[in-house]
């Protein structure tokens, strides 16, 4: 992620599982948190980011925070 509109398309995709209350972006260090009844629901967060250009994995230890580290469209912002 490499600007606020990459923030947002991660956000939408987040949102679209069911039981998401919340979700925060840290676009620094390319970290979501996920908050609400989700724990069952981390691969279809993970395949909803994937189908919206943003690879994603679980970080160790912690069922509900996902890194997203580039931009839809490779290494340079999709929407610049």
Same mark, same amino acid.
């Given at each position: ?5 990459? !923030? @947002?398309?991660?956000?939408? +995709? ?8 919340? $979700?925060?972006?840290?676009?620094? *260090? ?11 629901? !981390? @691969?279809?967060?993970?395949? +909803? ?8 994995? $679980?970080?160790?230890?912690?069922? *509900? ?16």
């Amino acid at each position: 992620m490499t600007c606020g509109a990459c !923030v @947002k398309h991660v956000e939408k +995709a987040i949102n679209s599982i069911v039981g998401v209350e919340k $979700v925060e972006v840290d676009l620094t *260090s390319g970290e979501v948190r996920v908050e609400g009844n989700v724990s069952q629901h !981390v @691969k279809e967060m993970i395949a +909803a980011l994937e189908e919206s250009g943003y690879p994603a994995q $679980v970080s160790t230890g912690v069922s *509900s925070k996902a890194k997203s580290r580039s931009c839809k469209s490779g290494s340079s912002c999709c929407c610049n």
